[in-house]
């Protein structure tokens, strides 16, 4: 991989969610943010050679993005079956250009994860639909890894410094962002939805 230009056209012809499921909370991850937040991670040298979870996968960009940039192997976790398989035809698209990692797919509760990786880069639900549905993903991307990118409401800085502490983990950077989304949801009022978020990364603070 050239350059983050070229990771983020490559992100943005993925196939994506043909209907997104409201109570899975599914949106997608525009592609120029992924790529910003891929290439972050990259140049701190957590994709590189490194088994990489990309948890609340969707149609892949996260772990497709880390297979581009030369992680050795992802995990794709999901809980949409139909999803997954979209997942899957955007890896089958690329390996036709590029040669990657290994890749393994698995539809399954993120709680019920459980294999060690080095780095978790997740999108997970912000809890609009369920209450505190992205605790459960950041604690288990605690559980399974040192370091963790995490896409949150802009909002949930708090809680994630406070579930940090308790689990010894250190908010080692804010990267602010402004997703803008089509209307997807039954609870979206407007035809094209923005919001602020931010991407939280998080280290384990006895591995620094």
Not at 106 to 119: A, E, W
Not at 156 to 161: D, R, T
Not at 179 to 200: D, G, M
């Amino acid at each position: 991989m050239r350059s983050k230009k070229e990771l983020a056209i490559i992100l943005s012809k993925l196939k994506d969610f043909d209907s997104p499921d409201t109570k899975l909370e599914q949106y997608s991850t525009p592609s120029e943010i992924a790529a910003d937040i891929l290439w972050v991670a990259y140049m701190n040298g957590d994709i590189h050679s490194k088994t990489v979870l990309d948890a609340a996968c969707g149609p892949g960009i996260f772990g497709l993005g880390a297979l581009l940039l030369g992680a050795k192997k992802v995990y794709f976790v999901d809980l949409d079956k139909k999803i997954l398989k979209t997942a899957k035809e955007n890896l089958k698209e690329i390996k036709k250009s590029y040669y990657v990692g290994n890749s393994i797919f698995k539809q399954q509760d993120i709680s019920n994860f459980k294999t060690k990786v080095d780095t978790v880069i997740q999108n997970p639900p912000f809890g609009v639909q369920n209450e505190h549905a992205d605790k459960v993903f950041l604690k288990k991307a605690m559980e399974v890894c040192d370091k963790i990118y995490s896409i949150h409401k802009i909002e949930s800085e708090g809680f994630i410094k406070a579930l940090s502490r308790e689990n010894n983990f250190l908010l080692k950077k804010i990267i602010p962002l402004i997703f803008s989304i089509k209307q997807t949801q039954k609870y979206h009022k407007r035809p094209i939805y923005r919001f602020k978020a931010a991407c939280f990364i998080l280290s384990n603070s006895n591995k620094l």
